[in-house]
């Protein structure tokens, strides 16, 4: 298989009546529902049985200009009050920035109910319109109980905490 060249095929789509904007800025995501197209339905099947899955999906509205960009700082901290330049410039695969050379999501969100083919999941932080690649159902083995991070993502989260405290905020 050359590798050089791979094609995905969506299998559904975003639907929030949530704005951009107010996704951007949501703290824990918003309620959306992920449409399955009717030729993947079956691969549904026990999915309800799941309080969450993992999403992955293409980020549409990323522009060519910014699947350039290999280094980022955490700007998504900016709204809680953190100024940018206090953010030390990271590489691109050390952060969920959208910009990057494939724009794939990963997406954990709890999983409200199933309807048929529909799914309504809470904590989404994907635009309207974005195709949905894959679901997985996520489950305990997938945790990981005490991951190592770096120095300044360890005081970005105390100086998180100090002022909003325990938030999901990355």
């Known amino acids: 298989m050359d590798s050089s060249f791979i094609t995905l ?6 639907h929030t009546s949530a704005s951009i904007e107010e996704i951007k800025n949501s703290y824990d995501g918003v309620e959306g529902i992920i449409e399955i197209f009717p030729e993947y339905e079956q691969g549904l099947y026990g999915i309800e049985e799941f309080s969450h899955i993992i999403i992955v999906a293409y980020l549409h509205k990323v522009t060519d200009e910014q699947r350039k960009v ?16 206090d953010l030390p410039e990271v590489g691109v695969f050390c952060t969920d920035s959208p910009h990057r050379p494939n724009p794939i ?15 309504k999941v809470k904590g989404l932080d994907l635009f309207d319109g974005t195709p949905v690649l894959d679901i ?32 999901k905020w990355v």
């Open 136 to 167: 997985k159902a996520y489950t305990p083995d997938r945790c990981i109980s005490e991951p190592r991070t770096p120095w300044w993502y360890k005081e970005l989260e105390k100086r998180v905490a100090e002022k909003f405290g325990n938030v």
């Open 105 to 119: 999501a990963l997406s954990i969100v709890e999983l409200l109910e199933r309807n048929g083919r529909f799914l």
């Open 9 to 14: 095929k969506p299998i559904g789509i975003v």
């Open 70 to 85: 290999l280094k980022v700082r955490h700007r998504r901290l900016a709204r809680f009050g953190i100024r940018i330049d």
